[in-house]
């Protein structure tokens, strides 16, 4: 299985980007896809999940409705837009696969990642 991330770069704060991440291989059995990313010196972080086992999203509490994740279960794709970027989001992003039901932001329940793509923010 190989996800591929893209759609990472340079914008200013309160710019926007869009993030996109797409799964080839064998995908049965997946709950959904996701997000996380790591910053500078920080642990990784969960940042959005689509769950297709339940139709529903999730996010991180610092979202707080910037960021929007949508995805297409049928193709194993999924999306990040995300909008008023502030130089605290300044990371890479990883796109995950849901393997199984538990904590959505626990990446224990993450089981094939993609090789990440960098978001930087300037203030």
């Known amino acids: 299985v190989q996800l591929q991330a893209s759609g990472g770069g340079l914008v200013q704060s309160g710019g926007s980007l869009r993030l996109s991440c797409a799964a080839s291989?064998?995908?049965?059995?997946?709950?959904?896809m996701g997000w996380f990313r790591q910053g500078p010196g920080k642990e990784r972080e969960f940042v959005a999940v689509?769950?297709?086992?339940?139709?529903?999203?999730h996010y991180g509490a610092f979202v707080k409705g910037r960021f929007t994740i949508s995805g297409d279960n049928a193709k194993n794709t999924v999306s990040l837009q995300m909008n008023s970027l502030k130089p605290e989001d300044t990371a890479v992003y990883y796109c995950a696969a849901r393997c199984g039901s538990g904590d959505y932001e626990s990446a224990n329940w993450y089981c094939n990642w993609g090789q990440g793509t960098l978001v930087t923010v300037s203030s």
């Open positions: 689509l769950d297709w086992s339940r139709g529903s999203t």
């Open positions: 291989g064998r995908t049965l059995g997946w709950y959904g």
